[in-house]
């Protein structure tokens, strides 16, 4: 199993542009999770899924959106990218019965 | 408003001795706790978890302890090695809720 994947690892992005970074499980995991690590602040919620079609927003969701048309996929997209954006963002999953959260090895991202 | 704290940015302990992790949350809705390690570069790994309905649970050379009445829990790893050295954070999810709430990060170092 290659658990959660994410891709890219890395990417730079100038003011304004946008892009979709992605994330895919092969746990069959229901629920599904996005979250921001900066410095010194932890990991802060963006959005989560609790299954295919149902999303909602976490601690900080301003300035991205995200779909579950799938179980297995979790897409985040930034429309218009800003500095404020600039952090490594995780994806993560777990099962129905709860309990631990399972990461991917997350996505660096630059805004410049 | 940061439901889960972590006050010690940092920890250095030698090989050998006990490390012991901190953690303080505000929101008593919570009812599940979770601590994870991570190594740069990498997401983040599920190292143990309690029930609120638990003071203690152990796990080999890990060992996490809650107290309610404080909203505090700790983690202990004894005899602690070089190969802990890493980001530990904790986590809180609230009682039929699906939102993992994480603290802002220990970064311990082990010295050998």
């Known amino acids: 199993n290659a658990g959660v994947t994410q891709t890219p690892k890395f990417r730079i992005l100038k003011i304004g542009q946008s892009m979709t970074l992605q994330c895919t499980q092969d746990?069959?995991?229901?629920?599904m999770y996005w979250y921001r690590q900066d410095p010194g602040m932890g990991l802060k919620l963006i959005y989560y899924?609790?299954?295919?079609?149902?999303?909602d927003k976490g601690e900080v969701p301003n300035g991205y959106n995200v779909s579950r048309s799938t179980t297995e996929d979790f897409p985040l997209r930034l429309e218009l990218a800003a500095p404020s954006q600039t952090s490594v963002y995780f994806c993560?999953?777990?099962?129905?019965?709860?309990?631990?959260?399972?990461f991917g090895n997350g996505t660096r991202l630059t805004v410049t | 408003d940061q439901q889960v704290k972590q006050n010690s940015p940092s920890l250095s302990v030698q090989e050998g001795r006990i490390s012991i992790l901190n953690c303080d949350y505000t929101n008593s809705m919570f009812d599940y706790f979770l601590w994870y390690k991570k190594y740069p570069a990498e997401g983040p790994t599920f190292l143990i978890s309690i029930s609120s309905i638990k003071d203690k649970n152990e796990d080999g050379r890990f060992t996490v302890f809650l107290n309610k009445s404080a909203k505090h829990l700790s983690l202990h790893i004894v005899p602690s090695q070089p190969g802990d050295s890493a980001v530990y954070f904790c986590?809180?999810?609230?009682?039929?809720?699906?939102?993992?709430?994480f603290g802002t990060g220990t970064r311990l170092k082990v010295l050998a």
């Open positions: 899924s609790v299954g295919a079609g149902i999303t």
């Open positions: 993560a999953s777990s099962p129905l019965t709860g309990p631990p959260l399972h």
């Open positions: 746990m069959n995991h229901n629920y």
């Open positions: 986590a809180a999810l609230g009682a039929g809720t699906y939102k993992y709430i």
